[in-house]
């Protein structure tokens, strides 16, 4: 349930919860006419001057609704946007309501509502600020360029496909390493046997993994097997293993569209990470408060120094 229903009315908060449930009970029906399709094409959004409502004159616009729609506490995620819209429109108008009871009661006339009033727009100026100063810098051109020269660094990396089963024992390994080598089907055998929860419902799959993802004496058998081949029992701190190798191929390079999020974020927080380093090199620091000293070197005793 999202946080922000707790402000809000009984009639909105129990729209919030009844949406959910209820996209999900709905039954697939068949893909509306064309002309119906665009008959339900959602309308563009008001202005943001566009008032939704007023609260004791107070109008309460549709800019005031993005603000709040983009506060991570107030997502909705499966309400379709007309409900949200309902929703945000109930949310601001408590809000609302709330604030102007608290300015009667001279709430913000206090020292801590003043200080707490100063932080949050410092925190809400220069989050604005590093995001506009970060568009300068984490440009698509700069996401390609960081791919393609990280691209290049890259070195072939071998993968492997593989299953085991996990015993207590060596002599348990072994006939069942005996099961499989004759014929047993390995992935049912897996089912049955194996002490590893993780891959025991999935036959003992592990998926594909690079070397170094393994405990070594692991990596160092599956990685010298051919595929079809089922190892002798090994052992590693979890206990036996029998593993049969099915696939092993280069690891493919990741295409840029598969990796432009995380270039952007890096690019984005690097940008972000610079600005903030100049402007504290350019501005005068002084601190008043007690910087902690360093705890003092711990030295030998005398020669003659008796132990107590």
């Keep these: 349930m999202p946080t922000f229903t707790r402000f809000l009315r009984p009639s909105a908060l129990a729209l919030s919860l009844v949406l959910p449930a209820a996209a999900l009970a709905q039954e697939p029906s068949a893909?509306?006419?064309a002309p119906a399709a665009a008959a339900a094409t959602p309308a563009a959004k008001p202005a943001p001057d566009t008032v939704v409502a007023r609260v004791n004159g107070a109008p309460i616009t549709q800019g005031d609704l993005t603000i709040a729609?983009?506060?991570?506490?107030?997502?909705?995620?499966?309400?379709?946007?007309?409900s949200k819209q309902g929703l945000l429109v109930d949310y601001m108008i408590d809000l609302r309501v709330g604030a102007q009871a608290a300015d009667a009661a001279k709430v913000g006339e206090t020292p801590e509502f003043k200080r707490k009033l100063a932080y949050f727009r410092d925190k809400?100026?220069?989050?604005?600020?590093?995001?506009?100063?970060?568009?300068?810098?984490?440009?698509?051109?700069?996401?390609?360029a960081l791919y393609d020269q990280t691209v290049k660094s890259m070195k072939p990396e071998e993968e492997v496909h593989?299953?085991?089963?996990?015993v207590?024992?060596?002599a348990e390994a072994k006939k069942i390493a005996a099961r499989v080598k004759g014929g047993e089907d390995f992935a049912k055998a897996a089912g049955e046997l194996s002490k590893d929860p993780g891959s025991k419902t999935e036959g003992g799959d592990l998926g594909w993994f690079?070397?170094?993802?393994?405990?070594?004496?692991?990596?160092?058998?599956?990685?010298?097997?051919?595929?079809?081949?089922?190892?002798d029992p090994v052992k590693t701190q979890f206990g036996w293993h029998v593993i049969k190798v099915e696939e092993k191929r280069t690891k493919p390079i990741p295409s840029f569209d598969e990796m432009k999020e995380q270039v952007d974020q890096y690019l984005t927080r690097k940008a972000q990470q610079d600005v903030i380093l100049k402007l504290r090199e350019a501005a005068k620091v002084e601190r008043?408060?007690?910087?902690?000293?360093?705890?003092?070197?711990?030295?030998?005793?005398?020669?003659?120094?008796k132990k107590p």
Excluded at 162 to 166: C, V
Excluded at 210 to 231: I, L
Aim: no cysteine; charged share 25%; proline share 13%.
């Design 31 to 33: 893909a509306p006419s």
């Design 69 to 82: 729609g983009e506060d991570p506490a107030l997502s909705l995620p499966g309400v379709d946007e007309a």
């Design 124 to 144: 809400l100026l220069l989050d604005d600020y590093l995001e506009q100063e970060a568009k300068k810098t984490a440009t698509p051109d700069a996401a390609k």
């Design 162 to 166: 593989a299953r085991h089963i996990l």
């Design 168 to 170: 207590d024992n060596e």
């Design 210 to 231: 690079t070397k170094e993802r393994m405990v070594a004496p692991f990596a160092e058998a599956a990685f010298k097997m051919s595929p079809g081949q089922v190892s």
């Design 288 to 305: 008043t408060d007690a910087v902690p000293t360093a705890p003092a070197p711990i030295t030998a005793p005398p020669a003659d120094a």
